[in-house]
C-alpha cells in the first residue's frame, strides 16, 4: 500500500467512526465519503444497504461472517481480516475488487466491501444466526464460487 493510500484509508476509517445512526452526523459522513469514493462505487454500496442486501451470519460463538446480496451473485467479504501491520485487511470475492483493488490498484474497495463497512457501522446487516454445520455450508458455497 502506498503513503497515499494509506492516507485515504485513515480518512475513510476516520470518516465511517463519525458515522453514527444515532446522531445528525450521519448526513455529514455520507457527504464525506461522496469525495473519498468514485460516485457510481458509493452509490452502489448506498443501494446495497438500502435494500438490505448485507447479511451477516452470526454463530453462538460470536464468529460474524459477511454475505452481500449482488444483482445474480452472493458475495462474501471479510471486512476484518488480521494483517502482520496491525492494520485490518479485507477482501471481496467479486470480480470488481481482484481488477479495480488487487491488479489495476484504481480503489481502495468495492461497493460490497464499502456497503458492508456502512452496513455494521450503521447497524443495517441483517442478521442471521447460525449453527457450525450452517457455517460450514455457507463457506463451503462461498469457496465454490
Not at 22 to 38: G, Q
Request: overall charge negative; proline content about 6%; charged content about 20%.
Amino acid at each position: 500500500m502506498t503513503p497515499s493510500e494509506r492516507d485515504i484509508c485513515l480518512l475513510f476509517e476516520k470518516v465511517l467512526s463519525d458515522l453514527n445512526p444515532d446522531t445528525l452526523t450521519v448526513d455529514d459522513a455520507v457527504e464525506k465519503l461522496r469525495f473519498i469514493f468514485p460516485e457510481t462505487l458509493f452509490l452502489g454500496a448506498l443501494d446495497l444497504v438500502d435494500r438490505d442486501s448485507v447479511l451477516v451470519y452470526k454463530t453462538a460463538w460470536g464468529r460474524p461472517q459477511y454475505e452481500v446480496l449482488g444483482s445474480t451473485v452472493t458475495y462474501a467479504v471479510f471486512p476484518g481480516l488480521p494483517s502482520a501491520s496491525g492494520h485490518a485487511l479485507a477482501y471481496c470475492t467479486c470480480p470488481a475488487y481482484a481488477y479495480s483493488v488487487l491488479l489495476s490498484e484504481t480503489h481502495i474497495m468495492c461497493k460490497h466491501l464499502l456497503a458492508t463497512l456502512i452496513a455494521r457501522r450503521l447497524d443495517r446487516c441483517i442478521e442471521r444466526p447460525i449453527d457450525a454445520d450452517g457455517l460450514a455450508s455457507v463457506i463451503a458455497r462461498q469457496c465454490s464460487l
